[in-house]
């Protein structure tokens, strides 16, 4: 009785303050951010309210997740949006869930397809995103400063015994030294791979 009085002075509390959607599934609650921020701030975000960003580790939690998500209408609308997860890559390169200190993808692999391809070796946190090849809801590496929605779940009753990490600055770095393709005319990205590839006349 007395975690049910919790868990409804929860709800009112992100019902006053986030505009957002929120509903209970049969073994924990979801919460699904409508504001973006970066991962960092994420957690932070979960952890004031009394939560956690979400950890999956296996194959029965994926599918809760997944049927909140659909359910709720709430699956990001393009391969270009996501939310964020609680997994990080940590300074040893391996990629666990934040709180369980579990390694991802033990127990499930939700990868989408290429990932994690830790691009320019800066992407160490984690998204759910829409991997549109395989019509399916995927796992994707991402740069931590990059702002997204978040899911948070309730704490774990029961968390698994696994790696402690606790300085997370590394994460917070500025991605300043990176090509912004985004302005470069995409012929001039073709005719650069063309030229790297090409084999010269002799």
Same mark, same amino acid.
């Given at each position: 009785?007395?975690?049910?009085?919790?868990?409804? =002075?929860i709800v009112a509390c992100f019902s006053a303050c986030?505009?957002?959607?929120f509903a209970?599934?049969?073994d924990k609650t979801y919460f699904a951010s409508k504001e973006a921020l970066n991962w960092t701030d994420a957690k932070n975000a979960c952890s004031k309210a009394g939560l956690e960003l979400v950890s999956i580790l296996n194959t029965k939690e994926q599918t809760f997740l997944e049927t909140f998500l659909r359910e709720y209408q709430l699956?990001?609308?393009? *391969?270009w949006s996501g939310y964020w997860l609680s997994g990080i890559r940590y300074p040893n390169g391996t990629l666990y869930w934040d709180k369980t200190?579990?390694?991802?993808?033990?127990?499930?692999d939700?990868?989408?397809?290429?990932?994690?391809?830790?691009?320019?070796?800066?992407?160490? +946190?984690?998204?759910?995103?829409? %991997?549109? *090849?395989?019509?399916?809801?995927?796992?994707?590496?991402?740069? +931590?400063?990059?702002? *997204?929605?978040?899911? +948070?779940?309730?704490? *774990?009753?029961?968390v698994p015994v696994g790696q402690n990490l606790n300085d997370?600055?590394? =994460?917070?770095?500025?991605?300043? %030294?990176?090509? %912004?393709?985004?302005?470069?005319?995409?012929?001039? =990205?073709?005719l650069e791979e063309m030229s790297r590839n090409q084999t010269p006349f002799v």
């Open positions: 009785m007395f975690l049910k009085i919790v868990l409804l =002075l986030f505009k957002c959607e209970e599934t049969s699956v990001p609308a393009d *391969r200190g579990t390694e991802i993808g033990e127990e499930v939700g990868w989408a397809r290429g990932e994690p391809s830790n691009a320019y070796q800066e992407e160490h +946190c984690v998204e759910l995103k829409l %991997d549109e *090849r395989a019509k399916r809801l995927g796992w994707n590496d991402y740069f +931590c400063v990059e702002e *997204r929605k978040y899911l +948070c779940q309730t704490p *774990r009753k029961e997370y600055s590394y =994460l917070t770095g500025k991605i300043e %030294d990176l090509p %912004d393709v985004t302005h470069v005319p995409i012929i001039n =990205l073709i």
